[in-house]
């Protein structure tokens, strides 16, 4: 089931460039929907296009051999899907999947490229967010293995609230179990937890954020760590390319 997704808004690393940087951008891109389950990229698959979401958001999951799979990032409109190829890799090494759908802007991988050896502070951008980037990818590898699950879960829903600027989210037990790597007893039983602390509520399908900042304390240090390393790093970048 979708994300309810809130109004779009601009992208905040397009944003953070200057004119003639963004603009650039801004000529070689079209703007496209994302559906809910979309699959961006697949593991091994060339990466096609980069693409900056503006109102919907994309999941990472690192896949092994057996079938299994977990989220180990997403993107939402503070940053953008395509790093690989700023590392100057042509191949994604995870799958790409729309987990809120919405709006988003597309550019050719050429292009892109062709924007990254022309524009010294575009790149200087895109190297900093990969970064960030990476950092999230780590970190959320450790906290799959160490965090309990209801400290994963308000985590994970406080960073869905964050990329829909909204408090309502649409998802099932079985795709939340999906997402964190766990089995749907133990979903069942942290998102009870929430409830029953008043922090969420959560019917059929359906769950609303009711206290934000006891959600956030709820969640393993891991959210604020993901804030801190965003404004550390790309904070000041952007306010010297504005």
Known sequence: MPIQTGSPEPNRLLHALSSADRNGL??????????FSQVICAP???????YF????????????DD???VEVGMIGREGMFGMDLVLGVAESGVRAIVQGAGSALRVPAAAFRAQLESGPALRRLMNRYSAVLIAQLTRTSACNGFHKIDQRLARWLLMCADRSSSDRIH???RFLAYMLGVRRVGVTL????????????????????????????MACSCYQADLDAY???????????T
């Not at 109102?55 to 690192?62: G, K, R, V």
């Open 171 to 173: 998802l099932t037990q």
């Open 190 to 217: 942290a998102a009870s937890d929430l409830q029953e602390r008043r922090l969420i509520d959560y019917t059929r399908g359906r769950i609303r954020i009711l206290d934000r900042q006891g959600l956030q304390a």
């Open 44 to 50: 091994g698959q060339h990466i096609d296009h980069v």
């Open 26 to 35: 801004l000529d070689a891109s079209e703007a496209v929907q994302l559906d």
């Open 53 to 64: 979401p503006l109102d919907s958001f994309i999941s990472l999951l690192a896949e092994l």
């Open 231 to 241: 404004a550390r790093l790309l904070g000041r970048a952007q306010a010297s390319e």
């Open 67 to 69: 079938g299994n799979s």
